[in-house]
């Protein structure tokens, strides 16, 4: 059984509930009139064509095959967590009887925290930083008449005055011990060092874990250090932490406490006690929102106490985009922020900040991460604040991604997005051969039943199907028409009407009866041209989107 898990259950392309027609919520009563109607309409003894005959066998046992899966809440549940290859895996203790459907949701969690543990065991998690300073003050901050008479004096110096490089990977001892070996190099003006650090983390509960490190460099001389975390109240949680730096100068011992508590939902308040070298006192408020981040906090400390505010806003897109801002103001000074960030691919992120300050000046952040890597680089641009360098270091980031993200990022994500879609029609072009293979048959058999539909529905001036396509549809504006990847899907919902009615459930079309996916990977939509009581009406639907029609809103006047 844990076998089994091993390998990702996928769920199939072949849907019971869109097949079926019902919604994922729907009652046995509704699953089991959908069966019946299906059951008329694909039964073998109704067919005398002997090619006609083994085509209706086929679908009529697949649809048999749907009911059975749906209309028993054991099966039924497991379809819903795993799919169809769910039902076809031996061995699972989940399929007892006895067990019912929120219980065989719990025992897959379980196989599913052995699994996850597993492979933790294989995992190291590497994580690093790349830091890069550069100091451009010269390209706002300089005397001319010290540059004429030195070769090259007309261009600006820009130079790397520091470098910061860290790297860190877990090993996982056992599933409740995870050891972290850590090493960080830095260089500033020509002078650096580096150090390593070992940290073993102990999860003693689900309350709690405890770590103790152990560090050396060529600087600070060796440390030791011990953190302990604990939930005190399902709303509360408190941290300490307690240090030992060695070095030349004798020991110096530092501690740090923390208590957080939830407020709400979306609030925390922290409060945090630092005795050491620089002691301080800070309390903060933070509120997280889908739309928003706020941070609020206070601190009172030597050297330093300031009082700072920020405020960050999220754009509800694809590309999650975010824009924030912060003010600080204390003994150092005054600092005002603000930047944006922006996901460029799927696993990369890119952040600009810009810093203005009395006496820091104005500097730029430039931020790109990587999956688990992250490359900083500061660049210091003036001493004062001087108009000029903040209007450049505002304008110029803007400007240079828009022109990379039009140049570079996006013929190189359509690039691959394409790529990727071809590889995934290779992969299924069998699967979709035979799926349009058993659809052509399926539009066959209802051949008989769609005419008996058309002439009850015609008699009472009801629903009529005129014309109706599934796919991508393309709109081609130098020919003056519409070129789609399309299929003729008229005699399937034909087939569907009721009464009068036709009523799709929030799935994918490309399950439904007499229908296959045209064009997969690719948004699709359906187009349907039907006429009720006389009049014409027309309406396109997304894939996903549920439909029901006759709708007043999609009748068209006669001149259209």
């Known amino acids: ?68 899966v749906l209309s028993d809440p054991q099966s039924r549940a497991i379809y819903d967590i795993f799919g169809k290859k769910g039902l076809e895996v031996e061995g699972w203790e989940v399929v007892e009887r006895k067990r019912t459907p929120a219980e065989i949701r719990e025992e897959y969690e379980r196989l599913q925290r052995e699994r996850d543990e597993r492979r933790l065991q294989q995992r190291t998690n590497p994580k690093g930083t790349i830091s890069v300073g550069i100091d451009a003050t010269d390209l706002f901050d300089r005397y001319e008449e010290d540059f004429e008479d030195v070769p090259g004096g007309g261009f600006p110096h820009i130079e790397i005055d520091r470098m910061h490089i860290s790297q860190s990977i877990e090993a996982p001892l056992t599933t409740s011990d995870t050891a972290v070996l850590s090493g960080s190099l830095s260089t500033h003006n020509g002078n650096g060092g580096g150090s390593i650090n070992l940290c073993v983390r102990r999860v003693t509960s689900a309350r709690g874990w405890g770590e103790l490190e152990f560090g050396a460099g060529d600087i600070r001389g060796p440390l030791f250090g011990m953190k302990v975390f604990r939930n005190v109240t399902a709303r509360c949680f408190v941290t300490a932490q307690w240090g030992l730096q060695f070095s030349s100068r004798g020991v110096r011992p530092s501690a740090t406490t923390m208590m957080a508590r939830h407020f709400d939902q979306n609030t925390m308040g ?64 005054t600092l005002v922020e603000y930047g944006a960030e922006r996901k460029i691919s799927r696993h990369s992120v890119v952040a600009a900040t810009v810093s203005i300050g009395v006496p820091q000046g104005v500097s730029l952040k430039i931020r790109l991460n990587r999956a688990s890597q992250t490359y900083l ?11 000029s360098a903040v209007f450049y270091v505002t304008v110029g980031p803007l400007a240079i991604y828009l022109a990379v993200q039009k140049l570079i990022i996006m013929p190189y994500v359509r690039a691959q997005k394409e790529q990727e879609l071809e590889k995934q029609k290779e992969v299924s072009a069998s699967e979709i051969a035979r799926r349009k293979q058993e659809a052509e048959a399926a539009v066959l058999l209802m051949q008989e039943s769609v005419k008996r539909i058309i002439d009850a529905e015609e008699s009472k001036m009801g629903l009529i199907i005129l014309n109706a396509w599934y796919g991508k549809f393309v709109s081609d504006n130098s020919q003056k028409r519409e070129s789609a990847k399309v299929i003729d899907v008229t005699v399937p919902l034909q087939c569907l009407v009721k ?37 014409m009406h027309q309406v396109l639907s997304g894939d996903t989107e549920p439909l029901k029609i006759p709708k007043q809103c999609h009748r068209i006047d006669s001149e259209a």
């Open 270 to 333: 922290y409060l945090q006690w630092r005795w050491g070298s620089q002691s301080a006192m800070t309390t903060s408020i933070v509120r997280d929102t889908k739309t928003s981040h706020f941070t609020l906090a206070l601190q009172l400390g030597v050297p330093h106490s300031y009082l700072m505010m920020s405020y960050q806003y999220k754009f509800q897109d694809e590309d999650q985009t975010k824009v924030k801002g912060s003010i600080k103001t204390g003994f150092f000074g």
């Open 377 to 387: 680089f500061p660049i210091h641009l003036t001493d004062q604040i001087l108009p």
């Open 499 to 535: 009464d009068s009615k036709l009523i799709l459930t929030e799935a994918s079309k490309a399950g439904l009866p007499g229908f296959y996916d045209p064009c997969v990977g690719e948004e699709k939509s359906l187009k349907l041209l039907y006429q009720f009581r006389g009049a």
């Open 1 to 68: 059984m844990a076998a089994a898990l091993e390998n990702e259950l996928e769920v199939d392309n072949e849907d019971y509930y869109s097949l079926l027609n019902v919604r994922r919520e729907a009652t046995q009563d509704e699953v089991k009139s959908s069966y019946r109607r299906l059951c008329m309409l694909y039964h073998p003894d109704k067919h005398r064509d002997p090619e006609l005959k083994r085509q209706a066998e086929q679908l009529f046992t697949y649809v048999h095959q749907a009911y059975e």
